[in-house]
């Protein structure tokens, strides 16, 4: 079947088994591949994508469900070269080590500070912990959310 | 001629320098293994053992050869070379010999066009077993003579004794390092015989070594290039998919790319050894250590991979950072049908470190003393003999300034929280507020650095200066520690130049850089680079008749002489070393000697809330004081050390593999669970900087020290809240609890 939907502000089509998961179109077919596939369950979120506003696990997504839909990947976070706020934030309080969950804490932190430009610290430890973070311990991620919050971008 | 930090350069040593790859990882544009892709590849895919033990009756892969798309099906017959790899020992089959000796282990390689048709494929081979009974016991294989290494530690007097006896057994289980980034390799033959192999790995060369044997093929024609790593922690150290990757392209002269899936990767890799250890302390009744003595065994599963060195860790650091005269150790790493155990972040150090200083705290409690304190009377520090090995201690080691740091960093608010979201168990949380009880743990760790027992252990890099800057080429392997940041960070500081580049090496293009492991590669790496730099600045000066080389060029008593344009005009200027730790020594039999390089140590102090009903914990906070020699790069350090203890509070309270007859019962991330953000603590950091002896400008390696005390912090402040006697980590809400 083919599938059209909307992805980083572009229309884009592509030729799929319906049964195919958002993320291995995303991967496979249309050259996005800075959402990773860690788990394939959705238990680690490094796949984590906004599709019509709700952030899921593309993992997770069967992309015949997808037409019509609009999408944010991680590819779609920057303004043209230069960082989002949230990824400036992240690379300064020295968020990144191996950098594979980054994509999907990109995504969520787009998707929680949309709702909320002011979030406390337990709800954006909530909001986070759908995202696994092998290397950091997650504290740089919390001092670049707070200072997200903070600032109120 | 000595080294100053030149006020000229930006992003030198000390400042908290970004990563070079920090914008692409958060664009989404950074390169993985998984991230691979060449049009025209095939697929690959792996048949694995469904038993931990059992021999092959029937193998019939002709169902699958016939198969449209499918391209290649290999077995163990259709390995060229050597039909084993390993890095110590070359015991394990690379692919199944007849029996299988592993839940997990390949039989079949499959090349299809696609990854359906591969993973098709594989289910269609025919496979007969018979099952065997697995061994699953390590005391028992043990019993039997099936050790991959023994080692005795005998020193000072048997007889000797104190009059404070401390007895008691520990057991850790088995930890996964759980990298998020899968396993992955792209083998593309070059049309000549030859391979070009990009694949994930903590040390290339190593692999190269196992690929090239096994192959069959001359060092040049295999071609290894370290692709980018989604974590490692030890679980790259040894070989997964690399040498099937390189058959299946050579047998079907196209590229091939193998991408291990979740429970995959938690069979393709080595694991944490699981322990059981027996200690007696005896001190006397200032508290301080008589006698230590210990007999242990750790698990190595089916084949050897790195448990003679696990071992020889967890024996030589069986003591911890303690002064002790008289120390007898016995101690084993079996062969079992469990899942194959290697280098885990700690590597030997995290288990015993459990061990003693859960009898440290034991120690405190018999003398009416506090943990710090019988800590503090007890500290090993420079010039002291270590309790096992008697090597003399060089270098820096505060190990009582690591206490008294951590000592200062305050602590948090006393009072139980009134949020629900920050209870043990949160909002799940059915027991009352007022049952909740906190407690506060200590712990200590000591761990060696870099390779030991006389391994020559060395790191390659190539400095080479051009009109647009330097390159640094190096094999060395960044799995997002942070060693491509600190390593420019080294160069601009000695040189005194801006522009500085990493080049990833291949193997065809400078040797070993030695394995992303042990806390070595900012010492070793960091330490080639360091000298390589000084050299290339030496020589320059001297060329160019100066005395001062900066991002301007070359100066002579304040006078401009050479721009970099003018010293680079005619050729780039290179450098070259193979830099090498102090040598170390095999120890005798005894275990007596000089068999470490050097040595760090770290603090940890742990404050959690239980609910003693449900038996869960959260880890409200852990301060740590961390000796790092000089601090390269402080916010890296502190990503490191809140990284590590975030699989410290892991191994403490959640981690583990759960086997069943040597099958792993939870080898996904839903059943094997990872500390999220809703389980992590506060951490509070101190960086003690006292030069070590060796390194660059005296830094330590630091990537090791947080996983391995953090978990007995954790585990002695469940203790000092419950009474329980927590004698195996992780703790599970049935210890606490008591059912």
């Not at chain 2, 697995?134 to 028992?140: A, H, R, Y």
């Not at chain 2, 990872?674 to 070590?692: C, F, Q, W, Y």
């Amino acid at each position: 079947m083919i599938v059209t939907f909307t992805i980083n502000g572009e229309e884009r089509s592509a030729t799929v088994a319906g049964w195919e998961s958002l993320l291995t179109v995303l991967r496979d077919n249309l050259g996005l591949a800075g959402s990773k596939n860690a788990c394939e369950q959705g238990e680690c979120g490094s796949c984590s994508v906004i599709v019509d506003g709700a952030n899921l696990c593309s993992c997770l997504v069967m992309v015949g469900d997808c037409e019509g839909t609009t999408i944010t990947t991680v590819e779609g976070i920057a303004h043209g070269s230069a960082l989002h706020p949230i990824q400036q934030a992240i690379l300064d309080e020295g968020g990144v080590q191996c950098g594979f969950c980054t994509p999907g804490f990109v995504i969520t932190a787009a998707h929680l500070f949309a709702a909320d430009p002011n979030p406390d610290e337990e709800t954006m430890r909530e909001a986070f912990s759908g995202n696994i973070c092998r290397c950091t311990g997650y504290g740089a991620l919390l001092r670049a959310f707070d200072r997200l919050a903070e600032d109120g971008t | 001629m000595t080294v100053g930090t030149k006020e000229r350069v930006a992003a030198g040593i000390g400042e908290s320098a970004p990563r070079p790859d920090g914008v692409a990882k958060l664009s989404g544009n950074f390169a993985y293994g998984s991230d691979l892709w060449i049009d025209g590849m095939l697929w690959g895919a792996t048949l694995r053992s469904p038993y931990a033990h059992a021999r092959l009756v029937e193998l019939d892969i002709t169902p699958a050869v016939v198969m449209s798309g499918v391209r290649a099906v290999l077995t163990q017959d259709d390995v060229p070379g050597r039909p084993t790899f390993g890095q110590v020992e070359q015991d394990q089959p690379v692919l199944c010999d007849g029996v299988a000796r592993y839940w997990g282990e390949p039989v079949a390689i499959v090349a299809a066009d696609d990854q359906e048709t591969a993973r098709a494929a594989v289910e269609a081979i025919i496979v007969e077993w018979e099952p065997l009974p697995p061994v699953t016991d390590p005391d028992q294989a043990r019993a039997a003579g099936e050790t991959y290494r023994d080692m005795v530690i005998r020193r000072g007097d048997a007889d000797a004794a104190g009059s404070v006896v401390i007895e008691g057994e520990y057991e850790t289980a088995i930890q996964d390092q759980a990298p998020l980034g899968p396993e992955a390799g792209l083998a593309i033959p070059d049309g000549s015989g030859g391979v070009d192999l990009h694949v994930t790995t903590q040390w290339i060369h190593i692999d190269h070594a196992q690929i090239i044997a096994s192959l069959d093929m001359e060092p040049d024609d295999v071609r290894c290039h370290p692709v980018g790593i989604g974590g490692a922690f030890g679980a790259r150290e040894d070989i997964s998919l690399h040498i099937h990757v390189a058959m299946l392209a050579l047998r079907t002269g196209r590229p091939v790319r193998i991408v291990y899936d979740r429970t995959e990767s938690f069979a393709g890799h080595v694991k944490r050894h699981s322990a059981r250890m027996r200690y007696r302390h005896e001190a006397d009744d200032e508290g301080r250590l008589v006698k230590v003595t210990v007999d242990m065994v750790l698990d190595g599963g089916a084949y050897a991979h790195t448990s003679h060195a696990v071992l020889a860790n967890a024996s030589f650091f069986t003591v911890g950072p303690y002064k002790c005269d008289n120390v007898f150790v016995d101690a084993a790493v079996s062969r079992t049908n469990n899942p194959p155990a290697g280098a885990m972040r700690g590597f030997g150090a995290v288990q015993v470190c459990f061990a003693y200083e859960s009898q440290m705290d034991r120690l405190a409690e018999a003398l009416g003393l506090h943990p710090l304190e019988v800590r503090r009377r007890n500290a090993l520090g420079p010039g002291d003999p270590m309790a096992t090995s008697g090597q003399i201690v060089e270098g820096s080691l505060p190990t009582l300034r690591v206490i008294d740091e951590l000592e200062a960093i305050p602590m948090p608010d006393a009072a139980i929280p009134d949020d629900p979201r920050r209870l043990p168990g949160g909002t799940g949380l059915t027991t009352p507020k007022d049952a909740v009880v906190r407690g506060v743990g200590f712990a200590l760790g000591l761990k060696n650095l870099a390779f030991s027992e006389a391994f020559d252990d060395f790191s390659e890099v190539l400095l080479v200066l051009t009109p647009a800057g330097l390159e640094i080429h190096t094999a060395a392997i960044e799995v997002g520690q942070g060693l491509v940041t600190i390593c420019e960070q080294i160069a601009r500081t000695v040189l005194g130049i801006q522009a500085v580049a990493w080049v990833s090496a291949d193997t065809s293009q400078i040797g070993s850089a030695g394995s992303t492991s042990a806390s070595r590669q900012t010492q070793m790496t960091g330490g080639a680079v360091y000298e390589a730099a000084v050299g290339l600045r030496d020589k320059i000066l001297q060329q160019f008749g100066g005395d001062e080389l900066t991002n301007d060029g070359v100066y002579s008593g304040g006078e401009l002489v050479a721009t970099l344009d003018a010293v680079t005009a005619d050729a780039p200027i290179e450098q070259w070393v193979r830099y090498r730790h102090p040598p170390t020594e095999e120890p005798d039999e005894f275990g007596q000697g000089n068999p470490h390089a050097g040595f760090v140590v770290a603090a940890h102090r742990a404050v959690v809330d239980v609910d003693p009903e449900l038996g869960l914990v959260r880890v409200v906070q852990i301060d740590t004081a961390q000796d790092v020699g000089k601090a390269l790069n402080p916010q890296a350090i502190v990503g490191q050390l809140e990284g590590g203890i975030a699989q410290g509070v892991g191994f403490a309270i959640m981690e583990e593999l759960i086997l069943e007859d040597g099958v792993i019962l939870n080898p996904t991330f839903t059943d094997y669970l990872i500390p999220t953000l809703l389980d992590m603590p506060d951490v509070g950091s101190r960086l003690i900087e006292e030069p070590a002896h060796w390194g660059p400008f005296g830094a330590k390696g630091i990537g090791e020290s947080p996983t391995i005390s953090s978990t007995p912090a954790v585990v002695a402040a469940i203790r000092a809240a419950t009474g329980r006697p927590l004698t195996r980590v992780p703790v599970r809400p049935q210890d606490i609890a008591g059912v």
